[in-house]
């Protein structure tokens, strides 16, 4: 399989987990509105989001994959098995104690993530109870990650890609089935969503199972001192623990960073806390859909290359990973800039979503949008590094993008409110993206092929004539006062991004650039 064609299947999956996503946040917004107990749900679903893309998808992700990758070109399918086994052992029980932890310490949690909701007792009372409800989720995906690692590097990328859509099929049940449902019994509706994301982790887990047993990679778990302390003594799990103390403090960063955020926009306006999250749900397209994709099915493929020593192929990746970037998320972060307010009013204005909330969600999208080229590029320049297993310089990295960020807060919030918290994001996070790059080329890791400059010029002048377009389609029809008519707003929004798809590409074509060299490199 082609790296085309591996990252396209990863990015039509993860397409269809947006789609059902958004469709997700849509009916959310519909039937709850932005309120209090809106703010308490995502905050509380926050909490377990942050410990799993700590421990799950972030530090043991990346420790984990890369070790596996070697292990297999080194040791073959028997030692990576037994590699298997022993990072599983260890991981299930940790994962144990972690969701005991998180339960009893619900309220810690709520108070260091929003305490601004004690503004609203009732809200922080439902933050509380919704975390304990949700807390064990981690255990579920962190054992998901755990599954699509082992997939991903018998690149098996479908199932990984693909389990995400559980999850929003569940919310999307919980609200259609299950709110009613609470309401007739006297229950606070919102609290069916807790139920939904616990399905769903129950789902991604089990679908991961077939997958693993046609490879003959399903883990054996021991549950005896013998077998833990036999699992503790792998050197491969040494080597994973080892990598992951950078990793972690790396990933911390980030999810430290989103918890000031968060801890900020519970004391501005209520509502700041449900306005981001719909920003960030749209922002999430393009950096899931090209960024996740490509880190996804490089990772396996830098490791292996690292560890069978073929530099020109790890450098050739990186450089084919980087323009695809370059190529996608340029134009992407032109339509979150200009084209903002039409794309919320039409994905989210309705029932219980207001006028004045499509803007506050429009700013906030354009905050993030100045820093997208960063926000994806990071997806493929961090592999880049933890394929060499090197996760101390990622979170040196990491560190002084923090203290940016947090130093841009100080700058912005007083001024733009939630929207200064989207656009400190944005650019911490093309600041890390900038360092992350300079070091690949300072150590000599990535050598860029000739033709960046022409590239760039073309993408550059086909993105301006994107933004003319989409800032024509914008002011030329009233998306907000469409409302009424949401199916001529839904075919305006569908002719607009496929004229905007047309323009975009027809004008690359007319400069010269040749697209089929990302299909067959």
Request: with cysteine; net charge positive.
């Given at each position: ?15 269809a987990s947006r ?99 004690r503004k609203t ?232 979503f207001k006028d ?166």
């Open positions: 399989m082609t790296l085309f064609k591996a990252a396209s299947t990863v990015s039509l999956l993860t397409l789609v059902t996503g958004l469709v997700r946040d849509m009916l959310m917004s519909s039937v709850f509105g932005v309120s209090a107990l809106t703010d308490a749900f995502y905050v509380a679903f926050r909490i377990p989001n942050l410990f799993r893309r700590v421990f799950g998808e972030g530090a043991f992700s990346q420790a984990f994959v890369p070790v596996l990758a070697a292990t297999r070109a080194k040791a073959g399918d028997g030692g990576a098995r037994r590699m298997v086994d022993d990072v599983s052992t260890i991981l299930l029980w940790t994962l144990v104690l972690l969701c005991l932890a998180g339960v009893l310490g619900a309220p810690l949690f709520v108070w260091a993530l929003a305490s601004g909701l007792p009732h809200a922080y009372d439902a933050a509380v109870v919704m975390t304990r409800i949700m807390f064990p989720y981690i255990g579920f995906m962190s054992m998901v990650a755990l599954a699509g690692g082992i997939l991903n590097t018998w690149k098996r990328f479908a199932i990984p890609a693909a389990s995400p859509v559980l999850l929003n099929l569940c919310l999307i049940l919980a609200l259609v089935v299950g709110a009613p449902a609470f309401a007739r019994w006297g229950i606070e509706p919102i609290y069916s969503q807790c139920v939904g994301v616990m399905a769903g982790g129950i789902l991604q887990l089990a679908i991961q199972v077939p997958a693993l047993r046609r490879i003959g990679m399903w883990p054996r778990l021991g549950a005896t001192r013998t077998a833990l302390r036999a699992a503790w003594a792998d050197e491969g799990t040494r080597q994973v623990l080892r990598l992951m103390l950078p990793a972690l403090l790396g990933v911390s960063v980030a999810q430290v960073s989103l918890l000031i955020n968060t801890q900020i926009a519970s004391y501005l306006q209520p509502g700041s806390v449900s306005w981001l999250n719909s920003a960030d749900r749209l922002m999430e397209f393009p950096t899931a859909l090209l960024g996740v994709a490509l880190g996804v099915v490089l990772m396996p493929q830098l490791a292996a290359a690292r560890a069978s020593g073929d530099v020109a192929r790890y450098s050739a990746m990186l450089d084919w990973g980087l323009r695809l970037v370059v190529l996608l998320a340029i134009p992407s972060s032109v339509a979150l800039l200009v084209f903002g307010a039409p794309l919320v009013a039409t994905l989210f204005h309705y029932g219980a004045s909330d499509v803007g506050q969600v429009a700013v906030a999208l354009s905050g993030y949008g100045v820093g997208l080229l960063g926000l994806v590029a990071i997806k493929v320049l961090a592999p880049g590094y933890y394929a060499n297993h090197d996760m101390k310089t990622p979170m040196r990295i990491a560190v002084l993008s923090l203290a940016a960020t947090q130093g841009l807060n100080l700058l912005l919030v007083p001024r733009l409110a939630h929207a200064g918290l989207a656009l400190s994001i944005g650019l911490g996070a093309l600041l890390n993206a900038g360092l992350l790059l300079a070091g690949l080329l300072r150590r000599g890791s990535f050598r860029p092929l000739p033709g960046w400059g022409r590239f760039l010029l073309q993408v550059l002048a086909a993105s301006a004539l994107l933004a003319v377009f989409l800032l024509w389609g914008a002011q030329a029809f009233d998306w907000t006062a469409l409302r009424a008519q949401r199916w001529l707003r839904a075919g305006l929004m569908a002719g607009m991004l496929a004229g905007s798809g047309v323009l975009y590409f027809a004008a690359l074509w007319g400069a010269g650039l040749k697209l089929r060299q990302f299909v067959t490199r």
